[in-house]
């Protein structure tokens, strides 16, 4: 289901550019992935507070409101406010439930880019939200009941991929949709950022849906914001054109308030400044920046789902007994065979004549509840690290790591499997003291 959300049927042809709509006439589609009950659950067992897991909403009228209380969102005033014809939006789903957790930590490595999740529950007969567009790539999976849902294109080319969400519009500001449709549970639809879209219940059902978004701040304009300041510092440290001071008079026939003149003065200097640009391409570090992209990345990530705990630090039988510790010593050995925890759990980043190892295991499923995680690798380790990263899936022998002595393979095993980042093929390799 998780790689079908992303490679959907002529995904090529409709990524950032059209809406699509799969229907599958499968209620069960999605079921286990999330429910009503679930919902019920994670209120009665967790402290989920309002305007933070979670919103209530209307709009009537023409009229969006949000009808958050302070403090804990309780049962009992919570399903009043549903009663009342109240939408609830649960903000960030994957924080209380393993299975969202688990399909959203698949998906942020197959888009490279944050992947996020709402779940919205909306009672029959109303609409929660007004017409809007977002700054996300949005997947819409239909968990229970129907929704109708309209879609509108971009109102202009300057909304098309647009780096932030709009604001709330008017019917009479968005023109006719391009797609008017009813999901039903199984469901599937898709429309980039930048398309307009409301939903609204219909008489006879509720509607339950998660909306599963990337791609916020993820073009080649945001690369670009981390690449050219490099570029830029290089290329003044090494390049004396660079350094070259502006000419006396600039202030005289440059600027808004000279920018109709007709003086030559302006020609050259406009050259001058284009000669410059067309020259900062080859002091560009691109490596270097798509590192900085990587870094935000893995911060924002969740961390990964464990589902080979027993071969790891995580599984380790480690336990207070008969008044001593037990089960503390890690048997790693030069036939022990060990892999990543997962394919994007960890990367190499370089920064000047530092190479910091970052990953995401000891991320929280709270957005950025954690500092961003690394390890500043040493020298004898940076090879070995960097085999092991496109090892994967494949496991490999401790013996196999490209380090100059075993002393160093060890270590850097030993490492990584107390940092959790590693497993080993076997759960018996862990001794017992």
């Known amino acids: 289901h998780t790689l079908e959300v992303l490679f959907f049927p002529h995904y090529r042809e409709n990524w950032e550019k059209k809406p699509i ?7 069960d589609y999605y ?14 067992n967790n402290d989920v507070q309002y305007g933070v897991n979670l919103d209530v909403t209307s709009y009537t009228n023409g009229k969006r409101e949000t009808h958050n209380p302070p403090g804990r969102a309780l049962p009992y005033t919570l399903w009043d406010f549903y009663e009342s014809g109240c939408s609830l939006r649960m903000l960030n789903p994957q924080a209380f439930s393993s299975t969202v957790w688990q399909v959203l930590s698949i998906l942020q490595e197959k888009f490279g880019s944050m992947a996020g999740a709402n779940v919205y529950l909306t009672p029959a007969r109303t609409q929660g939200f007004a017409p809007h567009y977002d700054d996300i790539e949005a997947f819409i999976l239909q968990l229970e009941g129907k929704k109708h849902w309209r879609v509108y294109n971009p109102r202009s080319e300057d909304e098309v991929l647009p780096l932030v969400s709009s604001p709330n519009f008017s019917q009479d500001e968005i023109g006719q949709p391009i797609m008017d449709v009813v999901l039903e549970a199984g469901d599937l639809l898709y429309f980039p950022r930048g398309f307009i879209h409301q939903d609204d219940c219909l008489p006879d059902t509720h509607s339950l849906h998660l909306t599963v978004s990337s791609f916020q701040r993820n073009s080649w304009g945001d690369l670009l914001l981390k690449l050219m300041p490099a570029a830029l510092e290089t290329a003044m440290e090494e390049d004396v054109e660079f350094r070259k001071g502006l ?20 020609d050259k200097f406009i050259a001058c400044v284009e000669g410059l640009m067309k020259k900062l391409v080859d002091y560009a570090p691109v490596d270097a920046a798509v590192d900085q992209k990587a870094k935000d990345f893995l911060h924002d990530c ?17 336990r207070w007994g008969d008044g001593e510790a037990l089960g503390v010593t890690v048997q790693l050995k030069g ?3 060990i892999r990543l925890l997962g394919a994007g759990a960890a990367r190499l980043c370089g ?37 092991l990263i496109h090892s994967y899936p494949k496991f490999v022998s401790v013996a196999c790591l490209p380090c100059e002595t075993v002393e160093a393979k060890m270590s850097l095993a030993e490492l990584l499997f107390e940092k959790g980042l590693i497993h080993t093929y076997c759960s018996f390799l862990v001794q017992v003291n």
């Open 21 to 27: 709509l799969i229907q599958r006439q499968n209620p």
């Open 247 to 266: 000419p006396l008079d600039y202030l005289q026939f440059m600027g808004v308030q000279n920018s109709e003149k007709e003086d030559p003065r302006r």
């Open 351 to 387: 920064d000047g004549d530092t190479v910091t190892l970052f990953y995401t295991t000891e991320n929280s499923r709270v957005y950025h509840k954690e500092e961003p995680k690394s390890i500043e690798m040493k020298a004898e380790h940076i090879d070995a690290m960097e085999f």
């Open 302 to 318: 969740l961390p990964p789902v464990l589902s080979e705990k027993a071969s790891s630090v995580y599984g380790a039988p480690a």
């Open 31 to 44: 079921k286990g992935l999330f429910s009503t009950a679930e919902f019920d659950c994670i209120l009665r």
């Open 335 to 337: 036939q022990t065979q």
